[in-house]
């Protein structure tokens, strides 16, 4: 039976590739965005090209009503959610402590964390056995700064993926016995976008000989890590997480 996947923020870098290789994986797709609506759209014809369907759902994930209603959009045009990807993420220029500021601090969080959790909240609503719902699989893309720390440059990111962490281990344990699994990726650096709007412009190639693996990675790279992690082939992995980040 056709999968239905909801993948947020994925109008560009690895939603947008998480999204393609879904549907080329036979799920269809709900392509989730806040601001890039032609990007979005443009992601939805190709998958539509390749023989696929997908839908594109507007939703701020960080505001509780637009994700309760982009949910309800989803059960509407593509049917119950059986796997979710949580993408959507933001990344402001480098700052230490004395320059942040409690609305940036906000920001990060409400996109980062809050907006994680209200996507699992109504995920597991349609999911959980005990609702009638078939089960299903979480992804929650984290960053490998959780786990490294960022001092002195994005502390504030860092420590949303953190939570980004612990969420998913405890929702993990949480919901096991409902037949969802939930596990996380931690990307290292990868050629998005997320460099060039919010953070510094060129880090991945200023970074890359300090990595292990002498490269960044590619979106597609980080996709296959979640796409895995979504199919039957991890039907007995929860709680776990996967580093793609070449061996940082
Ligand atoms: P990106 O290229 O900047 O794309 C971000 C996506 O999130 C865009 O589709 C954007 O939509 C969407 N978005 C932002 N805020 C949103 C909101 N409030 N509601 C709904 N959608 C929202 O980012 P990326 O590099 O692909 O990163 C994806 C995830 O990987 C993030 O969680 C990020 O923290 C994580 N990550 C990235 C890297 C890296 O090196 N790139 C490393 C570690 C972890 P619009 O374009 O429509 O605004």
Redesign the pocket.
Known sequence: MTKVALV?????????ATALLLARQGYVVGV?????EM??KQVVEQIRNQGGKAQALR????EEGEVVAMFAELDATLGPIDVLVN?????FQQAGIEQLTAERINNVLA??VT?YFLCCREAVKRMALRHGGQGGAIVN?????ARLGAAGEYVD?AAS?GAVDTLTTGLALEVAAQGIRVNGV?????Y????T??GEPGR?DRVKASLPMQRGGQ?EE?AQAIAWLLSDAASYVTGSFIEAAGGR
Request: net charge positive; with cysteine; hydrophobic share 40%.
């Open positions: 947020t923020g994925a109008s560009r870098g690895i939603g947008r989730n965005y806040l601001q890039a990007a979005a939703a701020n994930v960080a993408n959507a993420g933001i990344l996109t980062n907006g893309v984290s960053s490998a700064a990111y993926k931690r990307p290292g650096f990868i998005t976008e997320m460099h709007c919010g991945v979106p980080v």
